[in-house]
């Protein structure tokens, strides 16, 4: 089955710095989530978006619904410590389909 | 509200063993999924629940059976355990019915090791 490809897969920052990551489809979606794994722990939704173009904020984070609805990205402003885990993008063409997930980028940050 | 709860959250199997792993939601919602998810893989669905009532396969069913008991619990099988099931099982529920879409809201997971 088909996955998005998230880049990069993983990253090692210092505390303070911003980050940027992307979600990639050879496909359109017509919704784009953004969830955080944290270590042991299943998915937490972190933003959901819902129209091409749509930039939406949740704290020091920011994501973006890619014009093209092939695409997503999402930003991390100021990084600290407890931003450590797994994100994922999810994808959903249309309300009866199935939620596709992104391979994850892993990011580390060093206090 | 407790969200969507699973249990166990170890287990250590033997080839050939059978297990159920469980899977509840105090959220009143009515779609309900079991993903597992492997190193580099990202989350995969096996089975999903679009209301209760109803399952359907996702993406790797093979080796796995499912059971919405009622609107609560969404049960998982793995009736002849192998290597290859070897993974974490996360559950998730949404309040869609009738599809799969919305906001999907996940369990703690099961870390399952066959050997």
């Known amino acids: 089955g088909q996955q998005l490809n998230q880049s990069p897969q993983s990253m090692f920052i210092q505390e303070g710095e911003d980050v940027s990551m992307n979600c990639t489809s050879s496909?359109?979606?017509?919704?784009w989530l953004w969830y955080k794994q944290d270590p042991g722990e299943g998915p937490v939704l972190l933003i959901a978006?819902?129209?091409?173009?749509e930039l939406t904020s949740n704290g020091r984070l920011t994501a973006q619904f890619g014009i093209t609805r092939k695409d997503s990205f999402l930003n991390i402003s100021a990084s600290i410590p407890s931003d450590v885990g797994i994100y994922f993008c999810?994808?959903?063409?249309?309300?009866?389909?199935?939620?596709?997930f992104g391979t994850g980028t892993r990011l580390a940050v060093r206090p | 509200n407790a969200g969507v709860t699973q249990t166990p959250k170890f287990q250590v199997l033997k080839t050939g063993q059978s297990m159920t792993l469980q899977c509840a939601q105090d959220?009143?919602?009515?779609?309900m999924y079991w993903y597992r998810q492997d190193p580099g893989m990202g989350l995969r669905l096996i089975y999903y629940?679009?209301?209760?009532?109803?399952?359907d396969k996702g993406e790797v069913p093979n080796g796995y059976n499912v059971s919405r008991l009622n609107k609560r619990e969404f049960s998982l099988r793995l009736e002849s355990a192998a290597p290859s099931q070897t993974s974490v099982y996360f559950c998730?529920?949404?309040?869609?019915?009738?599809?799969?879409?919305?906001?999907?809201?996940f369990g703690p997971g099961t870390r399952l090791l066959v050997l």
């Open positions: 998730a529920s949404s309040e869609a019915a009738g599809g799969l879409g919305e906001t999907q809201y």
């Open positions: 496909s359109i979606f017509n919704t």
């Open positions: 978006l819902y129209k091409a173009g």
């Open positions: 999810a994808g959903l063409r249309s309300s009866g389909d199935k939620l596709t």
């Open positions: 959220m009143n919602h009515n779609s």
């Open positions: 629940s679009a209301s209760e009532g109803t399952t």
